[in-house]
């Protein structure tokens, strides 16, 4: 997309993708971030074609504390990955105040937060999730 004088106005968008990991998934609900750099302290903006929002992550002491806050639309997830954190044994996982059913299961360098049904994230609202490693 960029080359000699010349680059698309999108093309860096990738830089964004590239660095925070990001991957979705519409038809199976997945939403998925790795960060490349600082994965112990990270945010960045994501997009889909229904929403848009703010992703975080700390990492620390055998913890992890991740949000995905939906700002405009909608969201519907059936699995959140987070690579880049190790695995985790245990967590909690609510939509604002509402706590949700959760499973987790091991990936390659990180872990899926598996949900039983869809959760629909609505803007202003936010997906905490509280894990153990």
Do not use: K, N
Not at 10 to 32: K, N
Not at 79 to 97: I, K, P, Q, R
């Amino acid at each position: 997309e960029c080359g000699s004088h010349y680059a698309r106005s999108l093309a860096s968008w990738s830089l964004l993708t590239a660095l925070s990991g990001y991957y979705f998934d519409l038809p199976h609900g997945v939403l998925g971030f790795s960060p490349r750099l600082w994965p112990e302290r990270w945010q960045s903006f994501w997009s889909t074609g229904t929403g848009w929002g703010i992703f975080g992550q700390c990492l620390h002491d055998g913890h992890v504390e991740a949000s995905l806050r939906v700002e405009q639309g909608s969201l519907t997830l059936r699995e959140l990955h987070l690579g880049s954190v190790g695995e985790a044994s245990a967590g909690e996982a609510a939509v604002d105040d509402q706590a949700l059913e959760m499973a987790l299961a091991s990936r390659e360098r990180g872990v899926a937060v598996r949900f039983p049904a869809r959760v629909t994230i609505q803007g202003g609202q936010t997906l905490r999730l509280s894990l153990q490693r």
